[in-house]
């Protein structure tokens, strides 16, 4: 993928209702990544690097075995264009999944650094990022309550309490 196929993803998926200026500031903040079919590319718990734009390829994000067999629980498979690391860049925490490659990928990487370094100059675009991370996020949130709606239809009562709870807990024990 050239530069300028690059920027116009990058552009379409990130930058949504940033100008021009904001937009080429956001870009010269980006470093490419490319991975291999099969590369994990973060680890869940691990630091993050930062956010990763998915620019072509496939990804999977998937939980990390914990049982005896210890296989791992793919959560999605996601083509390009879409963003992975969103939560941790927001938080600050760790990676909360881990993301690998199912096909040969290239991803244009926002440092945490550099994305911090934005947001000390005030940067009108970091912020611009922010509202467009949070509108992923939402959707996100939207399509997951979508699901739980119908595995809550279909499956044992003694699942759907449990779910029940966790989603009251969810809800009643934010903090901010």
Do not use: N
């Not at 003694?158 to 807990?169: C, G, P, R, S």
């Amino acid at each position: 993928m050239t530069q300028s196929e690059a920027s116009k993803v990058i552009r379409g998926v990130l930058c949504r209702g940033l100008s021009y200026e904001q937009t080429e500031q956001i870009l010269k903040a980006m470093v490419p990544v490319k991975a291999e079919t099969g590369l994990v590319v973060f680890k869940e718990g691990e630091r993050p690097q930062g956010l990763m734009v998915l620019l072509e390829g496939t990804a999977e994000v998937f939980k990390e075995g914990r049982g005896k067999k210890g296989s791992d629980q793919v959560l999605a498979t996601i083509p390009a264009p879409t963003v992975l690391g969103e939560i941790s860049l927001l938080t600050e925490g760790p990676h909360t999944a881990s993301v690998r490659a199912k096909t040969a990928c290239e991803f244009s990487l926002l440092t945490t650094t550099q994305f911090h370094r934005l947001l000390r100059e005030e940067s009108l675009a970091a912020y611009k990022v922010i509202a467009t991370l949070a509108e992923v996020l939402a959707r996100r949130l939207q399509r997951m309550d979508e699901k739980f709606v119908e595995v809550s239809r279909r499956s044992p009562s003694a699942h759907v309490e449990e779910l029940t709870a966790f989603k009251q807990k969810l809800f009643t024990e934010w903090s901010f």
